[in-house]
């Protein structure tokens, strides 16, 4: 069989951009995974929790964030500091246990993931 005019180049950003859509809807899952299971005090870590497109990133990246710093945040005092310590919550301290969320979140939702990125659903 031969196949003429066939271009592969110009499907590439559509596959691409399909394959994108599917791991963002992946890492969704896993981020409400994450938000039901992370411990809440004033609910900063919570509301932390966040899915990330890198845009123009050449290895095309979707990232799940916990925690962030706000600007001079060493500066600012309670919650507005941001939630800078979902590190510690997760794996723990000498003086705290872990507490994680983000790796049981990852582990309970693999299926799902496994159906998202083959099946698209």
Do not use: C
Not at 51 to 75: E, Q
Request: aromatic share 6%.
């Amino acid at each position: 069989m031969r196949v003429s005019n066939w271009n592969p180049q110009k499907y590439d950003g559509e596959i691409i951009a399909a394959s994108m859509d599917r791991l963002e809807r992946a890492a969704e899952v896993v981020a409400d995974g994450a938000r039901q299971r992370v411990p809440v005090d004033t609910g900063t870590l919570k509301n932390s929790i966040r899915v990330t497109r890198l845009r123009g990133d050449p290895r095309r990246n979707v990232r799940i964030y916990a925690g962030h710093r706000a600007k001079g945040g060493s500066m600012k005092k309670g919650a507005e500091r941001g939630a800078f310590y979902a590190h510690m919550v997760e794996y723990g301290t000498v003086k705290m246990r872990a507490r994680p969320f983000l790796r049981p979140a990852l582990n309970a939702s693999k299926s799902t993931i496994q159906s998202i990125l083959r099946n698209g659903e």
